[in-house]
């Protein structure tokens, strides 16, 4: 493998790094939203503007000069950023593991007013967090 391949897999991973934190904090504050107000107008403008900040991201990081066939592969060629993305994977599916037996031992405490829309977008910002913070956290020089 060239060392620029190796340069272009690791500037790939750092943005993968930065969209995975930010689009689990986007998620993360939006679901505490959702908890706190009930009000379904301004969530419709919340969640749009969460895709909207989907979209951009996603143009940002095709236009970052990364081939496209990058965002649909499934391993990366380098052995060592390939083990890093095997953990943070393992560790995120962990993560989920935890707050499924969290919800299971606690669904009584929860109130019968949060959606199941609601706990879904959190458990995507979890598990985006973990995978984000895993990376981040492996990849440290």
């Known amino acids: 493998m060239k060392q620029q391949d190796i ?3 690791e500037q790939f991973m750092r943005q993968n790094i930065r969209f995975c934190i930010s689009a689990g904090v986007v998620c993360l504050l939006l679901s505490v ?3 706190t107000n ?3 107008e301004k969530m419709i403008v919340v ?3 969460v895709l909207f900040y989907m979209v951009v991201t996603a143009i940002f ?9 990058m965002y649909f592969k499934y391993a990366y060629k380098d052995e060592f950023l390939n083990t890093i993305d095997i953990n943070a994977y393992k560790h995120t599916s962990c993560a ?3 707050c499924l037996i969290g919800v299971l031992y606690n669904n009584n405490s929860i109130p019968s007013e949060v959606s199941h829309a609601t706990m879904a977008i ?3 910002s979890i598990m985006l967090l973990v995978y984000g913070a895993s990376l981040l956290w492996q990849s440290r020089d």
């Open 96 to 98: 989920f593991g935890v």
């Open 47 to 49: 969640g749009m503007s």
């Open 7 to 9: 340069k272009t897999e």
């Open 33 to 35: 939203y959702s908890l």
């Open 122 to 124: 959190l458990y995507l």
């Open 38 to 40: 009930h009000n379904i």
């Open 61 to 69: 990081m095709i236009k970052a000069s990364f081939p496209l066939k």
